[in-house]
């Protein structure tokens, strides 16, 4: 007597599922997978463009931008990076060219509200002063020293997928990120000090 197993699939919840496995999905007619892509680094993405244009509004329409062309260009993604590498590929490519194309790229950061009923007031004050000194700083390096150094500190992305986000070699994104920290040293060198 021969007996059939039927063996029942389980569902698996789409942010359990891999980056890749959500785009086979995504592939195969779920447009659901895609959503959940864009759950997963819709923040990161918004960040990344933040810190690269200082701009809330043009942060979020280059991330809507972003993930409408991912979207578009999924179908020739050829897995040779990972997908959070060739996402923030296209981020930095579209900031970088808002950049040039922008002309009132004066980036001026605003500065941060008063700290309000805090325990220690001339503390946070001074936090706020630093961060701000920091962010008019970073406000000032060449784009691609501003895009890499974000990619690693704030992204914690590696030499490499640095490297194949900008499009540059692993070499190249290292110096970047270095003549990025060497600049910001020069430049808040004496920060805080008297006279």
Not at 40 to 54: E, G, P, S
Not at 70 to 80: C, S, T
Not at 91 to 110: D, F, G, I, Q
Not at 113 to 121: F, G, L, N, V, Y
Request: hydrophobic share 40%; aromatic share 8%.
């Amino acid at each position: 007597m021969v007996t059939c197993l039927q063996v029942r699939e389980v569902a698996v919840p789409p942010e359990e599922l891999s980056d890749f496995e959500l785009i086979d999905h995504f592939l195969a007619g779920e447009r659901a997978a895609f959503d959940t892509l864009v759950q997963k680094y819709q923040h990161d993405v918004y960040r990344l463009a933040y810190r690269i244009t200082l701009s809330v509004d043009d942060a979020q329409d280059l991330a809507q931008e972003t993930f409408l062309q991912a979207y578009r260009a999924l179908k020739g993604f050829h897995r040779r990076s990972s997908f959070y590498t060739w996402l923030y590929r296209i981020a930095v490519h579209l900031c970088l060219n808002y950049r040039k194309r922008s002309s009132r790229m004066e980036l001026v950061p605003e500065m941060p509200e008063a700290p309000r009923d805090s325990a220690q007031p001339l503390r946070d004050l001074l936090a706020a002063e630093q961060q701000h000194a920091l962010t008019q700083a970073i406000a000032t390096l060449p784009p691609q020293q501003r895009a890499a150094l974000t990619l690693r500190v704030h992204q914690s992305l590696s030499y490499r997928e640095i490297g194949a986000a900008l499009q540059c070699s692993e070499g190249a994104a290292r110096a970047n990120v270095f003549h990025a920290l060497q600049k910001l040293r020069v430049q808040l060198a004496g920060f805080g000090e008297d006279g």
